[in-house]
């Protein structure tokens, strides 16, 4: 039986007092010696790959931009290098769904688990695009943008708005807006559906904000702005001109161009797509071991982005209540100063290996022994950083373990991260995923190193200087050892 006493680390035994950062850097080049052999720079990947930016010029996956998401080519990428033509994938953070939709694309079936409403939308516009949407509703689409259909309403819906979101249009824009809601409820619900989605991937564009991270940073046009920081986002689309040329769009990538009829036409049936609503922590315990020939997923990284504030425009129109707003923060894995740690045992009492493996991982304690001092001597510029991290480790520990149950013996898990800095010291996140998923029930087989290695924050450049951090893609295949504690 696999429990406890298995336990292996990569590390040296737990340190209790952690004097300076040098300790932290010895026991990061300790466990980078035990993974030299894994690392392996791979020319392929660009960050074009490992991000949204090479989704931009792809039809129907540059709708809506999602700038968390990696790109449809990576999928495509990993599936063919590891021999992936086949079977039923999970991506327990799915996000606007590109792994699912590139995977069904090759004829493989593809699980999701998505929080947050703004990537359910996405998924669920797409899938009624792929299955259900007819002629008749793209020639009524085409109706929506010859004719303006918006603005021969008088009638005008109040625009859902958040404390957070207000202000975030201007007058005219905010009107067009309203009567475009209106306008839609005319439809049938799938012609519904799509519009609300075309209206959702101009929100950001025809606003006095931008998405920034860790919050919503506001032009100096909206009255919101102030300081030396104050933003100039250049020209704001027109409500007209940006929600007709985003429909259009659609309409474009739905009608494929005249083309001489295939005489030996090869293209594969498309997997099916299911996608769970919820947290994956919630989700995960639910499904049945052994279920997935492979996992292709990015988590939210351990950087403090706040993806309900800077979602929180689409989230608003999506009829997000302030009070379910801060559920779902709390909810999302912790990667947020202000997430609270959660009950992991409440949730599944049989994760307390993965809690104990975590407690163990000797980089990871150190780190976070680092972290209380920089606390206790006033030195972070957020006292809640010690917290975050620790409970972004615990999950992912949690999340880990429960990929390992629902994988096949020798299914692949392939992640993407990047790694983070905090208060001088680099945490290598992939170091440290990859000896929690070795003590979890996974070989590691590669850590795929993007050519180029991205720069730590401005902040922390100002404050310790410029340091390289690696970008990775980890690949772990699930062991053979039949896990009866889960």
Request: glycine share 6%; aromatic share 8%.
């Amino acid at each position: 039986m696999w429990g406890i006493s298995n336990y292996k680390s990569s590390g040296e035994k737990a340190v209790e007092n952690i004097a300076d950062i040098q300790e932290v850097n010895r026991l990061d080049q300790h466990l980078h010696n035990s993974f030299k052999n894994k690392f392996l720079i791979e020319p392929s990947l660009t960050r074009l790959l490992v991000s949204f930016q090479a989704n931009k010029t792809q039809p129907i996956y540059r709708w809506y931009k999602y700038k968390e998401a990696f790109s449809a080519s990576l999928v495509q990428l990993l599936l063919a290098k590891y021999g992936l033509t086949q079977g039923k994938i999970l991506d327990p953070f799915a996000g606007s769904g590109t792994a699912l939709f590139a995977a069904s694309d090759i004829g493989i079936h593809a699980d999701g688990i998505e929080l947050l409403p703004i990537g359910q939308n996405i998924i669920d516009t797409r899938r009624l695009l792929n299955s259900e949407f007819t002629g008749d509703d793209i020639h009524r689409l085409k109706n929506w943008v010859n004719l303006k259909l918006w603005k021969q309403f008088e009638h005008q819906l109040t625009l859902p708005e958040l404390k957070i979101t207000q202000g975030a249009y201007s007058p005219e824009t905010q009107t067009a807006i309203e009567k475009y809601l209106a306008a839609c409820e005319q439809e049938n619900p799938q012609i519904q559906t799509v519009l609300l989605f075309a209206l959702l991937c101009i929100l950001e564009s025809i606003s006095y904000t931008r998405k920034d991270g860790q919050y919503l940073r506001w032009d100096y046009r909206s009255g919101r702005g102030s300081g030396k920081k104050s933003l100039n986002k250049g020209n704001i689309l027109d409500f007209d001109d940006a929600i007709t040329q985003k429909i259009n769009e659609i309409i474009n990538d739905l009608e494929p161009p005249t083309q001489q009829i295939e005489l030996f036409p090869t293209h594969k049936p498309q997997g099916k797509i299911h996608l769970y609503k919820g947290s994956c922590l919630e989700v995960m315990p639910c499904l049945p071991n052994g279920s997935y020939d492979a996992m292709i997923t990015s988590p939210p990284y351990c950087n403090r982005y706040d993806y309900t504030r800077t979602y929180a425009l689409e989230l608003a129109l999506l009829g997000v209540s302030a009070k379910e707003l801060t559920h779902l923060r709390q909810e999302m894995l912790s990667c947020t100063v202000e997430n609270r740690p959660k009950d992991l045992l409440a949730i599944n009492q049989n994760w307390q290996l993965a809690l104990s493996v975590a407690e163990n991982q000797t980089l990871l304690q150190a780190i976070l022994q680092f972290l209380e001092q920089q606390k206790s001597q006033g030195k972070l510029n957020n006292n809640s950083i010690p917290r975050m991290v620790k409970g972004y480790f615990d999950e992912m520990a949690c999340v880990i373990q429960e990929c390992s149950r629902l994988l096949k013996p020798g299914g692949l898990l392939f992640m993407v991260n990047d790694n983070v800095r905090y208060a001088g010291i680099s945490i290598s996140v992939d170091m440290i995923l990859s000896d929690l998923a070795e003590n979890l029930g996974f070989v590691v087989k590669n850590i795929l190193i993007l050519p180029g290695n991205k720069g730590n924050s401005s902040q922390q450049m100002g404050s310790h200087g410029r340091e390289p951090l690696r970008k990775c893609v980890y690949v772990c295949k699930k062991t053979s050892i039949n896990h009866n504690y889960l």
